[in-house]
């Protein structure tokens, strides 16, 4: 079975400061991993996705989380925080074949002060 | 531009009533699904259905039915409406396959107030 933890349901950091969202994941098969952000009243929009290919992703709006097979990691990084950053971003896992079923985290909202 | 779409964005009800939650996509998706999405929770798939007339219980399907007639509409409907079921309700799809395929898109969510 598949599975993901957010670690920290809230983070805060200042406008201009590296933004270190953390997600672990489990899996019994190589698994996709993405990254979601949803804006307050929305729905999530992908930030970016994982499917093997290269172990460091790059997505939107400057973001970007590398895949460490040895840690089962998926830590999602912003060198330089935008007020417009500030939302909840969910970390999820969905492994090949049956329905593609996805299993989303917890979610942690970023918070940017100015 | 790829679209999903909800009925409603804001919807109150009363204990016991039914409720109907639409959800309607253009992108000719087979997959599609509905989750509810609650503070610390994250977000917990009700049902989904990879294809008209089918549909595939998730995590919590209790209290809920959907309904697929035509491919572009999924339905979810929640027979007699309880105060626990108060919650965010969230609409995706996607193209089935592996990879890249898997990324789904969302809909803006109905908010449900169920008094």
């Known amino acids: 079975a598949q599975s993901v933890t957010q670690l920290g349901s809230h983070v805060s950091v200042s406008e201009g400061a590296l933004v270190l969202l953390r997600c672990n994941y489990s899996?019994?098969?190589?698994?996709?991993l993405f990254w979601y952000v949803q804006y307050p009243n929305q729905g999530l929009q992908l930030l970016l996705k994982?499917?093997?290919?290269?172990?460091l992703v790059k997505g939107i709006n400057g973001f970007e989380a590398e895949f460490k097979k040895s840690e089962t990691s998926f830590h999602l990084t912003k060198p330089s925080a935008h007020m417009s950053d500030a939302a909840e971003y969910f970390c999820?896992?969905?492994?090949?074949?049956?329905?593609?079923?996805?299993?989303f985290g917890t979610g942690t909202k970023l918070q940017v002060i100015p | 531009d790829v679209k999903v779409t909800q009925s409603s964005r804001y919807l109150v009800k009363r204990t016991g009533e039914k409720v109907f939650l639409e959800c309607v996509q253009d992108?000719?998706?087979?997959?599609m699904f509905w989750y509810r999405q609650d503070p610390g929770l994250g977000l917990r798939l009700i049902y989904f259905?990879?294809?008209?007339?089918?549909?595939e219980k998730g995590d919590i399907p209790e209290g809920y039915s959907v309904s697929r007639e035509k491919k572009e509409r999924f339905s979810l409907i929640l027979e007699s409406a309880s105060t626990n079921q108060t919650s965010m309700y969230l609409c995706?799809?996607?193209?089935?396959?592996?990879?890249?395929?898997?990324?789904?898109?969302f809909g803006p969510g109905t908010r449900l107030t169920v008094l």
């Open positions: 995706a799809s996607s193209f089935p396959g592996a990879g890249v395929n898997n990324e789904q898109f």
């Open positions: 899996s019994s098969v190589p698994p996709y």
């Open positions: 994982y499917t093997s290919a290269a172990t």
């Open positions: 999820a896992v969905s492994e090949s074949g049956g329905y593609q079923k996805v299993t």
């Open positions: 992108m000719d998706h087979e997959n």
């Open positions: 259905s990879y294809d008209v007339k089918m549909k």
